[in-house]
């Protein structure tokens, strides 16, 4: 079981229901793992519980069954070991950009001297590429130099997990894109273990190893693992010319459109998939090789459970 | 634009004012008597008998007089206005300070613990609507001591908006930054400390400056009772006098210093204010 670097095993969220007995289940039965420097999104609709999931992992909610394994140990409250990166950036208005990632780096490692914060710092801001505005406040940066501080806080602080919720949901296209391909590069350079939400079929292909589908909620599941064989490094111009590119694409919006309704419909249907279960894995699927008969075996597989 | 609104503002602020002065220096000019005087009238001086509200010009002439001179002392009955002012502003002064040391802590507390909300709610809204004055004979009794007193009337009344807005800023810091504080493994102290702080600072401040505002009109009334010194004393002793153009000028100068203060701690605001 633990082979993996982090282990999700069933995790469950379920909120009291007002006005009936049964609690509002939101997901269950999530089972995956990360290995160590691999980067792994997750796509799912709205409702589906994502954040949660995120959350969770960032021990800033608590599960209503189930457990996260990391590093052998379950995960229990927040830990600098977990950085997060939250979709509205999360910055400290009233600190100047350097002062947010020093605020990170000294609780890091609250023994280093004051020049080795600021060097430590001034060099995550160089990465992404911020050094002259270190001085501003986050209200005088655009959203995308925003987000960037928010990334550069995150890696800045070496957590052996990177938790991004949807990190460039608030941004336009363009500057999406740019920081897109910053953080492929520093992923290049760190190879941080990421786990990531996006709503974005393109970024997900683009940045990651794996990509988990979830169906959707309420009884939402973790239904896919989907592998991204296209090798790296990868930039946004070329990726799209590469032949599993389609195929993954595909096979993800497939999945959004049409099977992720389905597949929760008859998940709700049956009536013994109430239990806990650490069985139920998503079915590991590459489209680049499976093609197209990816359908029907999932469907089968699913039936079975 | 901005600066030529401003000057007509400013032209229009002094027109405004010379109108009024002009319309009270016409209204109180003393009637000149026709008939002639009765030998009474004669032997009293030929007084008028007419009471008057004092004209502008004699106000403005007698502020003059006592702001050359603010700081003179010629006993118990007569001291400069800066004196006086002097007294009103360290009791202000002091009793806000005790009330901030009391008020900060125990907002925190308010804010960052549902349960000691709710514990603490009756009290306080059982408390904050008593006029500060009312409690001027239990203080008076139990202190028995009237500067003292005095002292004690700022301070229960600058506690409470101080308090209310402590506990409001500190409840509704933006949970996204709590979990900042959070995954940073920031301990209660320092998340108090380092985030909870300064995100709350603004809200903080507007309630001490609602706090020094009521401190400053309570001064007036808890020094016509007590007595002694204090720029309420000197309203309440030259009223005593007869002498209304003191009166006159000393209103003024209560609005003044209670303007000053207000923009003291508006600057103070300025520095903790951050923009989202």
Sequence with gaps: MSNHFLEVQGLAKRYPNPGSEQDLTVFENANFGINKGEFVCIIGHSGCGKSTILNILAGLDEASDGAVIMNDKEVIGPSLDRGVVFQNYSLLPWRSTLKNITFAVQARWPNWSKEQVLEHSMKFLELVGLNGVEHRKPSQLSGGMRQRVSIARAFATQPQLLLMDEPFGALDALTRGLIQEELLKIWEETHQTVFMITHDVDEAILLSDRILLMTNGPHAQVAESVSVSIPRPRNRTDIIHHPAYYKIRNHLVDFLVNRSKELNDSAASDTTNKAVSYDIHPVVVDPAIDGNETEQQTQSKQAAI | ?276
């Design chain 2, 1 to 276: 634009m901005i600066a030529s609104q401003r000057f007509k503002a400013t032209v229009l602020s002094v027109v405004m004012l010379l109108i009024f002065l002009g319309i009270w220096e016409g209204l109180n000019i003393a009637p000149t008597d026709t008939a002639p005087k009765s030998e009474y009238e004669l032997l009293m001086g030929g007084a008028s008998q007419e009471a008057r509200v004092p004209p502008p010009s004699a106000v403005i002439k007698r502020a003059f007089e006592e702001l050359s001179n603010p700081f003179y002392d010629a006993g118990p009955n007569d001291k400069g206005i800066g004196i006086q002012l002097g007294y009103s502003l360290y009791r202000v002064l002091t009793g806000f300070f005790f009330a901030a040391l009391v008020a900060l802590p125990i907002g925190f507390l308010v804010g960052m613990s549902p349960l000691m909300h709710k514990a603490l709610d009756p009290f306080i809204q059982v408390l904050r609507p008593i006029s500060p004055l009312a409690w001027m004979p239990l203080a008076l009794f139990i202190i028995q001591d009237s500067e003292a007193s005095a002292i004690f009337v700022i301070f229960i009344c600058s506690i409470w908006p101080m308090l209310i807005n402590t506990a409001f800023g500190v409840a509704n810091v933006r949970q996204d930054w709590i979990n900042v504080a959070r995954t940073h493994e920031l301990g209660s102290f320092k998340t108090a400390l380092q985030v909870i702080l300064p995100a709350a600072a603004p809200t903080i401040l507007t309630g001490m400056r609602i706090s020094i505002g009521i401190a400053w009109l309570v001064i007036v009334a808890a020094e016509m009772l007590v007595g002694g010194t204090g720029i309420g004393y000197y309203v309440w002793n030259e009223w005593n006098n007869l002498d209304l153009i003191s009166v006159i000028f000393s209103i003024l100068m209560i609005g003044i210093v209670g303007m000053m203060l207000d923009l003291a701690l508006g600057r103070i605001s300025r520095l903790v204010e951050y923009e989202e």
